[in-house]
């Protein structure tokens, strides 16, 4: 008789495997991500300790990357603001006339969450003794979906500057690019002259009420709590401006300077002390100043600054590469034969 042998086979059941099967996703899924952080963390680093310290940047960022290029604490005036920043005011200007070390770290369309982040990206290595918020970007109000969109986005590029930096491999690739001869801390000469023909009594004939975001009023309390945790002074200033400015925006940002306890200078509402002539001082039809309109505000606003007593470093052997750009600025100015006023 055949003896029958019955063996008992133990399965494991179809949800264990499911669930080993899950684990092991989850565990090469949060290995990928470790590994990514870990690549992102390092081209960050380069990027930031490396290659921005030999290099210059291009386009919007160009401001924000150069001002870290700066010798530590050598900076007296941060100017924030969107394109009416770096076209209105120079800061060799107010070198020549005052001897302060300012840098303009606007940006073209800048928000309020990047003028922010920049300032505290300034911060990290320098002591102001003076901020300038330039008005205009005020008003540039995002939906609050955008808005949302903005705050995560601001936050990413604040761990990983490979996102704020993400188009720097153009100029990897090709070092022979171009990075703008007429950049100086900041702020770009701009030749072209396209008239504005309109009303110059602009901001008497548009008076309509004009409102600023409560995004913006958040961030601008935040931006003084930083300037006030650091003993930096605040001020405001609005460029002139005919495409952008009104008596309604006008009073809207005076208000928020009132809250604030900052002062508030309106170039707007001097145009004939400064002798702004629109057939001439514009780039672009009364939206920005050329160069010869921007001189004519940084004069002004050199003697405007002198209230504030930053200091005069004109003399002083630590800063002479400003004087060697200043020389370099005179003669590029000389080149458009462009003098700078009294």
Known sequence: MDSIITRKITRVPASSQVHDTDRNKRKRFLVFILILITVLKLLSFYIDRVYLKDHQILGRLQSVAGVTNEPENTLDLLVLGDSETYTSLSPMVLWEKNGT??????????????AYRNLQTALATQKPKMVLVETNMF?????????????????????????????????????????????????????????????????????????????????????????????????????????????????????????????????????????INWRTDTADKGDHLNIS?????????AVWLKTFSLPDHRGDGRYKSWETLAETYKARMAALDIESGK
């Open 101 to 114: 070390t300012g840098y303009i770290i606007g940006q073209a369309g800048q928000q309020i969450l990047e």
């Open 293 to 301: 309109g921007a001189v004519k505000v940084s004069d002004y606003m």
């Open 139 to 275: 008003f540039r109000s995002p939906k609050s979906i955008t808005y949302s969109v903005n705050v995560f986005d601001e936050a990413v590029k604040d761990q990983f500057s490979v996102f704020t930096y993400h188009n720097l491999w153009k100029q990897v690739a090709d070092p022979s690019v171009e990075t703008g001869s007429d950049y100086f801390k900041g702020f770009k000469i701009r030749q072209a002259i396209q008239p504005y023909t309109g009303n110059t009594d602009y901001m008497n004939t548009n008076r309509k009420n004009a409102r600023i975001s409560g995004q913006v009023q958040t961030y601008m309390q935040k931006i003084a709590g930083l300037c006030k945790e650091n003993g930096i002074t605040l001020a405001f200033y609005s460029a002139p401006s005919p495409s952008n400015c009104s008596m309604g925006r006008h009073q809207a940002a005076a208000e928020l300077a009132d809250t604030l306890g900052v002062k508030y200078l309106d170039l707007n509402l001097i145009g004939q002390e400064l002798e």
